[in-house]
C-alpha cells in the first residue's frame, strides 16, 4: 500500500520513520493515498516556532474516510517540551492509522528511538509510570515492555548519573579485511600499512593529553573501552603501545574489543593481562563455517573454540557478538550458533539482528533480508536460550533498517554487566573519546543536555589536524 504524506508540522521526518517500520507493507509515494497530519495551536495552523505562547493544540490525522483529532494541553509547557509531547502523540496517532490499515502491530509499538531503555528509565523517574507509559501509550507490546523494564532493573548498582564520573573510548578503525554486513569505518590493514605507525604515534600523543585532561577536571574515569575496528588487527608492537599507555588510568573496567578470532594471539592476550585489561571480546557471529566463509570473517568455527579456550586461561570476563539474519542462514543455523556460544559460557552473550546499513558490501549488493518472522523466531529463540541457561539481559538498543524492528540485546551472566556499554546506551556519562572518529560527549543532566564533539573519521584527514583536535578538546571539556 503507499501512502502520500503532507504535514503543516516540522516533525516529517519523524512521521517518515513510523512509516518506515511498517516497511514493507506500507511505503510513500506521490500517488499514494493522501494522509495528512495537521496540528493547530488555540485554532492557529501555521509553522509554529514557539509552542510556549499557546495553552492547546489539536492533531487531526486524515486520510481517504479515516479521520482522528486528539487535543493536547500544553500550558505551562516549554517549546521543547511542547514540541516533543506533540511529536510524540501525533507519532502515535500515525502508528494507530497504519495499523488499522494493514492490520499489523510491531513489537515497539510507536517507539522509533533506538534506547528504549533510556526513555524507560526517564519516564519512570518523573512519572513514575514507565509500564503503563509504554503499553498503553507508546502501544509497545506488552512482552517488549517487560523486557525493557526487566533491562533497566539488572541495571541497578551500574546505572548511575553522577557527573564527576567518565568513560574513556579508544577507538583503532582498522581491521584485518573487511565482513560483508561491515559498516563500521575500519581501513583494511593491508591497504593503509604504511599509515598505521604514525596513526598509532598520534593516537598514543591523544591519550596522554586525555589522561592529563582527566587528572585536571578531577574526573574519576569509571570505564576505558578500545574498541574500532579490531583494535587487535594491530601488530603486536603497536597493540602493546597503545594498550599500556592506557595501563596507568584507575578505573573499575577495562574492555578490549578483540572481536576477530583470527587477530588474537598468546602475546595479545599477555599485553591486555599485563596493562589490567578486565574484559575483551571474541565474536564469533556464527558458528557455521559456511556463513564465516560468505561474510568474509576470516576464520573458521574451529578457531573461535581455539581461541576461546586460550583466552580462558586468564581471569577476563569475556563476551560473545552472535547475528540474526545473516545471509542464508536458516533458523537451524542460527539456533546451532546460539546453542554452541551457550555451551562455551561466556560471561557476556549479545545477539544482534542484521541491520543492512549504508557503506556496508550487502547494501552495496542490495541485498534484502526480508523476513520479519524469521527474524522474529530467531530473536525469540536466543532469548529463551539464553535466559534459560541463567543469563540476564542488562543492555539493548534498536537500530533503523533493523529486521522486524527488533532489537540487539546483551545478557550477562550474574554481576558480570559491562559498566561501559550501560552508560553509552542510557547516555548517562561524559564519554573522553581518542582517536579518529571517536565522538567525546558531555552530559549535563539538570540541563537535559549532551553536547558532542567528534574527531575527524578518517585517518588521514584525523593525522592532518592533530593541533586542531587538540585545542577543540580542551575548549569542550574547559
Ligand atoms: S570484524 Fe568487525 S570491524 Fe572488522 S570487518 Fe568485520 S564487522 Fe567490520
Excluded at 297 to 321: C, L, P, W
Aim: glycine content about 6%.
Amino acid at each position: 500500500m503507499e501512502l502520500k504524506l503532507t504535514t503543516n508540522s516540522t516533525f516529517e521526518m519523524d512521521f517518515m520513520d513510523i512509516i518506515r517500520l511498517f516497511s514493507p507493507h506500507i511505503e510513500v509515494c506521490e500517488q499514494g493515498l493522501p494522509c495528512d497530519i495537521e496540528i493547530k495551536c488555540c485554532e492557529n495552523a501555521g509553522k509554529i516556532t514557539d509552542y510556549s505562547t499557546y495553552n492547546n493544540a489539536k492533531i487531526t490525522i486524515k486520510s481517504g474516510e479515516y479521520i482522528a483529532c486528539e487535543n493536547l494541553d500544553i500550558t505551562g509547557l516549554s517549546d521543547i517540551k511542547s514540541k516533543s509531547e506533540l511529536k510524540r502523540l501525533s507519532k502515535v496517532m500515525l502508528y494507530d492509522y497504519i495499523a488499522s490499515i494493514t492490520g499489523i502491530t510491531l513489537p515497539y509499538g510507536s517507539l522509533t528511538g533506538i534506547r528504549p531503555t533510556k526513555l524507560y528509565h526517564e519516564r519512570q523517574a518523573d512519572n513514575g509510570d514507565a509500564y503503563e507509559y509504554f503499553t498503553n501509550f507508546l502501544r509497545v507490546s506488552k512482552e517488549s515492555t517487560d523486557l525493557i523494564s526487566n533491562i533497566c532493573e539488572n541495571q541497578q548498582g551500574i546505572y548511575s548519573l553522577d557527573e564527576s564520573e567518565v568513560d574513556f573510548f579508544v577507538n583503532i578503525p582498522i581491521c584485518v579485511s573487511r565482513c560483508s554486513y561491515c559498516s563500521f569505518i575500519a581501513a583494511e590493514l593491508g591497504k593503509i600499512k604504511h599509515w598505521v605507525a604514525p596513526y598509532v604515534a598520534q593516537l598514543i600523543r591523544e591519550i596522554e593529553r586525555a589522561k592529563k585532561l582527566v587528572n585536571q577536571s578531577s574526573y574519576k574515569v569509571r570505564s576505558i573501552y578500545v574498541g574500532g575496528g579490531t583494535p587487535t588487527s594491530l601488530s603486536e608492537k603497536d597493540f602493546r603501545r597503545v594498550i599500556s599507555s592506557l595501563a596507568s588510568i584507575e578505573c573499575d573496567e577495562f574492555t578490549v574489543e578483540a572481536g576477530r578470532p583470527d587477530t588474537i594471539s598468546r602475546e595479545k592476550l599477555d599485553t591486555m593481562r599485563d596493562s589490567g585489561v578486565t574484559r575483551i571480546s571474541i565474536n564469533p557471529q556464527s558458528f557455521n563455517d559456511n556463513t564465516l566463509d560468505s561474510v568474509g570473517r576470516g576464520h573458521s568455527s574451529q578457531m573461535i573454540y581455539d581461541v576461546y579456550k586460550m583466552a580462558r586461561e586468564y581471569t577476563f570476563d569475556i563476551n560473545m557478538d552472535l547475528i540474526a539474519m545473516l545471509p542464508d542462514e536458516s533458523l537451524q543455523d542460527f539456533k546451532y550458533s546460539v546453542d554452541e556460544a551457550v555451551k562455551l559460557a561466556p560471561d557476556n552473550i549479545t545477539v544482534h539482528t542484521l541491520a543492512i546499513k549504508k557503506g556496508s558490501k550487502l547494501k552495496l549488493a542490495s541485498y534484502d533480508n526480508n523476513g520479519d518472522d524469521l527474524a522474529a523466531s530467531m530473536v525469540d529463540y536466543s532469548r529463551a536460550a539464553i535466559e534459560s541457561a541463567g543469563y540476564k539481559p542488562y543492555y539493548m538498543y534498536k537500530q533503523k533498517y533493523m529486521s522486524g524492528n527488533l532489537d540487539n540485546t546483551g545478557y550477562m551472566k550474574e554481576g558480570k554487566a559491562c559498566i561501559y556499554n550501560i552508560d553509552i546506551m542510557e547516555e548517562t556519562h561524559t564519554v573522553i573519546a581518542c582517536g579518529a572518529g571517536g565522538i567525546s560527549k558531555r552530559v549535563f543532566h539538570s540541563e537535559g543536555r549532551i553536547e558532542r564533539l567528534a574527531n575527524p573519521k578518517g585517518m588521514d584527514v584525523y593525522m592532518e589536524r592533530e593541533e586542531k583536535i587538540d585545542v577543540d578538546k580542551n575548549k569542550f571539556f574547559g
